[in-house]
């Protein structure tokens, strides 16, 4: 087949192709990501290029107006590379893949939107004894008898009486290639060893014996792998301490922003190897720059700990995800026994062991059973809430007795997609906004103090309340025509409120929210009420029960909660009791990693969870539309909010 | 009754009553004025609540000829349908029906395109004609509707008549006009309680009193969704009953539109000899979807046939009569 050579500008990376290859999977293959939210579907209209030279079969989409097809610019899935070709990455379409700047950290890990926070010494949730402090893997460092004829214990059964002098009469396993090396090791290091052991459930195994004491040398990570943001954490497990974290994008954003789309694209052509190793390459790169940056050497970290969605988990394993999303969504598995990391692909010690936090079902994952534990839902007397805000919004409602969850599709307005000036919340995302009711003058606060180039999902809440406050939009998430401001005009699409004018951006384009957008938002907004308000109802409960809601998500830590409660995305209950807990899938899986007494309590709280399937549920609908209002059809629902 | 209902409800809020036609002495030049709603109880269920006033048949007619009619409605609406003024003194003085309902349909401007100014004249003619309160409905697009209705608004300041039908996309300037010219609005919802209320509330919000607004839930014909229909008007009146006040509207179900739409009305009996004569098939098509929308809780029919008219007109003063 003929080949070309494509060049990508500006980074003027070279890449050969075959010929019709789309110029989207040419940048793949340039290690280039951009934006693709629909995962080459042509829809999402976000990988724009322009093509400066050479011959392309551009197909036409309704997302490039005539005169921009004219200048050249196309989507990159959309066009074929006919000839050899040079081609230049628009801005607004390159997935900035850089590790995220420490403001976006403590965004992303602390309650509240903190820009001062150095989260790499903050150690949340560390101070906290919950569970008792006994990692997954522990080192034991052994000073053992030398055999004579008196006793006579072979190599191994005695290793295995020292350790289980520490850890119990538990039984013991380890490997052919520990054994293979005992003999000549033991005698070699005169019998001074460092055993290095791992719980699986009942049974343990010894992973690693190295001569000499290394027992303080124990580090393990944690990860949170959500489907836009990985977080990941290294941890002393000697000394309990958090050495450092890290968050960054998940780049299988680039096959597709909802884990719907990412289960599709697993079905292609090496879909599924693509996602795996996307997520595989992060993690890897992760723990590398941490084991450089704290002098930690890669033998010495003996153990990952992962939750996340029960998607990314499949994926992560190289698990086909497909039957997820094929009713009646049975997922390969909830239970991911403990494996080796470099089965997985992770670059850590060779025996090094892989957990995973185990899941409730396909939609409510290991990210969820991790927000439990670490908000405690599973010990409270009282009534109690937790609300992972995402593109799927999971739910569990529950206390020390019963636990409930369930999971709503929500789409992906709160993170910033499929809204036309929507962004993650990155540097110069618009995150807090303020609107003079009488002459509409917007200030407006972005992340990292930036120039604005889009809003995020805080910034859209507090945008759309300032905005029905004002009147500019009713109840129904109308603009109203009626209003005549130079912020207010007829677009392509209806009506559009000018939020930033785009002079003032820096953009060649006005931030806009136009009509398509509060549907977008209204429909967000009301899949997470209703699921949580259908949650309740179907336990026979009344809103006012709930002591305490627990509000998790990288998005829910800018979130203003007044402005939440005025939109009805949450229910108006007393503000004391609402807490955002941030990353509560990182903060379990860390106490997983730290204590096998919280890695038992995960096991039995995913077990204990009932999982309530929304869609089958008849008064899912009809509470949906209800919602479907702001705050909601049902004004009593919100006494407090009033316009 | 041999069985006395021994179950007995109380309810806490009584249906808004809504005025219709304002006489001279009220500003308008109707005889007299009409008044619908006020129910404080499930639809004839007169040991639970008062029960004030009887539901209404509006006469269904069109400003400009339909060229689908189906033949029964063609053969005894015959000489009096091609005039609309005619035709709305007939239903009146011989049907029965207690007001009429003009759809303005060809306004429409991929139908007969009809001005504004038009309209006017039509409506003020029939207004001129008969003495009764007038319903006032535009063609069904938006913006054609957002430019005539206002207009005869306007032009029948003070009469109190009921405009529609205000949707969820488009109700602010019909909600405008018949707020500043003191004419009641049809809120029109896609059989869906939700949505019912939430067009009240958004209509209230325009600074329209409650008790001019009147819900049209949307019906089927029997047996094309005439249930979903009723279960909506079941629960919108319980939770009116209940204390919704954004719910406590009276009804107004468009039979005769929806009932000659259906296929049993429509279809001649040369092609279904089984299903017997087409005419006394779609009258009682007609009649058997309106009964049902009165024990849903209709507080105006609005109908076509003059016998399908005269039948519901007697089985309410039946019904009505108080045990």
Redo the contacts between chains.
Sequence with gaps: MDKCIVTFLPDNKKVVVDRGTSLLSAALTAHIHLNSSCGGDGVCGKCRVLVKAGKVHAEPSGRISPEERKAGISLACQTLAESDLTVEILPESRLDLSALSREELALRLRGIYAPAEDVQEARPGLAQEVFAFQPLVEKFYFQLPAPDFNDKLSDLERVCRAVQEKIGEAPLHTGLANLRKLGELLRASSWNVTVSVAAKGPVYEILTIEPGDGSRKNFGLVFDIGTTTITGQLVDLTQKKVLGTKATYNRQATFGSDIITRIIYAQAADGLEKLHHAVVDVLNEMTESFIDEHKVDLNDVTCVCVSGNTTMIHLLLRIDPSHIRQAPYVPTANYIPVVKAAEAGLKINPHGALYCLPGVSSYVGGDITAGVLSCEIFKSKDLELLIDIGTNGEIVLGNNEWLISCAASAGPAFEGSGMTCGLRAVRGAIQAVTVDPKSLDVKYTTIGGDKPRGICGSGYIDLVTQLLAAGVVDKNGKLNRQKTHQRLRPSASGYEFVVVFGPQAGMDSDIVLTDADLDNFKRAKAAIYSAAALLVRHMELNVGDIRKVFIAGGFGTSLNVESAVFIGLIPDLPRERYAFVGNSSLAGAREVLLSREAAQACDRIAGNITYFELSTDAAYMDEYMAALFFPHTDASRFPSVRY | MAEELKLVTTWSQSVHEMQLGATRQEGGSRKAALTVGGEGALPFLFKEGALPHKPLIAAEIFDVPQDDEPEALRRDLKGISGDPVSWAKAMIADAGADLVSLKLAGIHPDGANTSAGQAVSLVKKILAAVDRPLIVLGCGEAARDNEVLPLVSEATKGERLLFGDAV??NY?TLT?ACIADGHNIIAESPI?V??A??LN??IS?LGMPANRIIINPTIGALGYGLEYAYSIMERARNAALSGDK?LAMPFICFVGQESWRAKEARVPASESPAWGDAAERGIMWEVVTAMSCLQAGADILTMRHPRAIKIIKSEIQELMKRP
């Design positions: 969820q996309e602010k405008a869906d939700n949505i209320k939430q509330i958004l919000d954004m």
